[in-house]
């Protein structure tokens, strides 16, 4: 049924070769084509066709094709074509992609609009999406559209096919799921004078078990990216003692110790393991 709406991909031309499609393969002859394509035609269509034929309510099919082209097919419908050619791009999968580039070809062959099968490839592997299925076709030198199309549906196939590493998946899950909330300022020496987690502030754990602390792979590459721990007071401390008011919490002293095995830090190891000798002489 033909209701008079026009689109570059399909259009009075598409209806027109349907109908004869149709009553070819019905054995009719084309004087009765006008005759059974009018039945085809949607009301406001017929409309027209009773006002243009007044005079030979049944035309010739091919007077009758030239009017409805006319009437229903814009004049620049060649150069619209052309120009949806040169700018077709994938949006969604690689079979919508497939299916729009033949629907276009279609329409261009209808408009005798001919691209050589150079152009066409060339087209088509410039408006894929993915860098690496461009890479593809041109490492297997498609000649004609239908080898096109036949590697695209291997690369949609072997996508399908790829497995998932079910391990890399829980690891992402893992990641994705804790968040890295160091204290810092005062709600860092708050946490340290009541003995809280140094990592979120609460208490009954300590920040190497808290919940909402990062993986050790996420730590260490923050560590690396803000450079190595430096502790110049505590360095000082060694030789001069550590007043009351410098000295680490439990929590703050594991804290360090996790980063020294981390990042390798021999320096603040050797911190840690002196204050630890130091707190066992002054017991």
């Not at 009301?43 to 027209?48: D, F, R």
């Not at 996508?159 to 300022?185: C, M, S, T, V, Y």
Request: net charge positive; with cysteine; glycine share 6%.
């Amino acid at each position: 049924m033909f209701d008079g709406r026009y689109k570059e991909e399909y259009n009075v031309l598409n209806w027109i070769m349907t109908v004869e499609r149709y009553l070819y393969n019905c054995n009719k002859g084309e004087a009765v084509f006008s005759s059974y394509a009018y039945t085809y035609l949607d009301k406001e269509v017929q409309v027209w066709f009773d006002h243009r034929f007044l005079s030979t309510p049944l035309p010739p099919w091919e007077e009758m094709t030239a009017a409805m082209i006319k009437r229903y097919l814009p004049q620049d419908h060649s150069s619209r074509l052309v120009r949806k050619f040169a700018g077709i791009r994938q949006v969604g999968s690689l079979m919508q992609y497939v299916d729009r580039f033949q629907n276009l070809l279609s329409a261009l062959g209808l408009a005798g609009i001919q691209k050589s099968s150079t152009k066409c490839i060339g087209q088509f592997i410039d408006g894929l999406k993915e860098q690496e299925d461009r890479k593809t076709l041109l490492l297997k030198k498609p000649t004609t559209m239908k080898e096109c199309y036949e590697i695209v549906t291997q690369i949609r196939g072997a996508k399908i096919a790829r497995p998932e590493d079910p391990q890399d998946h829980g690891r992402r899950n893992r990641r994705d799921a804790k968040r890295f909330n160091r204290l810092e300022g005062k709600a860092r020496i708050k946490a340290k004078a009541e003995g809280n987690c140094l990592e979120c502030g609460e208490s009954g754990h300590w920040w190497r078990q808290c919940p909402h602390l990062k993986p050790k792979a996420y730590r260490l590459e923050k560590t690396k990216r803000g450079g190595p721990r430096k502790h110049p007071k505590k360095f000082h401390s060694l030789e001069t003692g550590t007043p009351e008011d410098q000295k680490d919490s439990p929590a703050e002293a594991e804290e360090i110790q996790e980063d020294a095995d981390e990042v390798g830090d021999s320096t603040v190891s050797l911190y840690v393991e002196a204050e630890s000798s130091s707190s066992q002489d002054s017991a």
